[in-house]
């Protein structure tokens, strides 16, 4: 299957791995860094690719070449990490597709066949709906799915009201739910016990 016409993708890479104990973004498996390795699955599926990091040296030299870098900066009056939530938002503002297939820097399960499954979901999607994500127990998979480039003022507002939580904001619009078969897909690199989890999960996979 080709790139989804009218599809941007951003990449997330602005946590304080403080659970990792290092940073994610460049933790190699097979060799690759974690962040190169989703931006690769992210051209796959979506014209242009942006990485969207309040430290746009420590990536560039790992990044494929057509990888477009935003700057994530604080918010007037913030020291302290604002979440993946203003990061998305200050990513948006840059973009002019459609939609745009968000992706945190840490799923290294991704499949680019389930991404552009979903992706043919798009076009069949109803004008109010902001967002076609997975959903598990705890709610919401905000950072592997689609959004409207449309819902950027309703995301402004929220984040100017002080609002901080995916989950608090998604509650407040409609979004399609998207099938997924295996949980794994969504995994999460958070700790080093999730790292050699996946690893056990790759060799006997």
């Keep these: 299957m080709s790139k989804t016409e009218g599809l941007s993708a951003i990449v997330l890479a602005g946590g304080q791995s403080s659970r990792m104990g290092q940073d994610k973004a460049l933790i190699p498996l097979q060799g690759i860094p974690l962040l190169r390795r989703v931006c690769e699955v992210a051209f796959n599926c979506a014209k242009e690719v942006y990485v969207v990091t309040p430290w746009p040296d420590r990536y560039q030299e790992i990044l494929p070449d057509a990888c477009r870098l935003i700057e994530e900066v604080p918010l007037p009056g913030e020291r302290s990490p604002h979440g993946p939530l203003v990061g998305f938002a200050q990513g948006l503002a840059q973009i002019e597709t459609d939609w745009v297939l968000l992706l945190a820097c840490d799923l290294p399960q991704l499949q680019v066949k389930v991404l552009q499954d979903w992706a043919t979901e798009l076009d069949k999607t109803e004008e109010n709906t902001i967002a076609l994500l997975p959903r598990q127990s705890k709610g919401w998979e905000p950072l592997c799915g689609f959004y409207r480039r449309q819902c950027l003022p309703l995301l402004t507002q929220f984040i100017n009201q002080g609002g901080r939580s995916f989950q608090s904001w ?25 790292l050699e989890g996946l690893f056990s999960y790759q060799e006997n996979g």
């Design 170 to 194: 998604l509650a407040q619009y409609p979004v399609q739910q998207l099938a997924i078969n295996d949980t794994q897909f969504l995994l999460n690199c958070n700790t080093p016990a999730d």
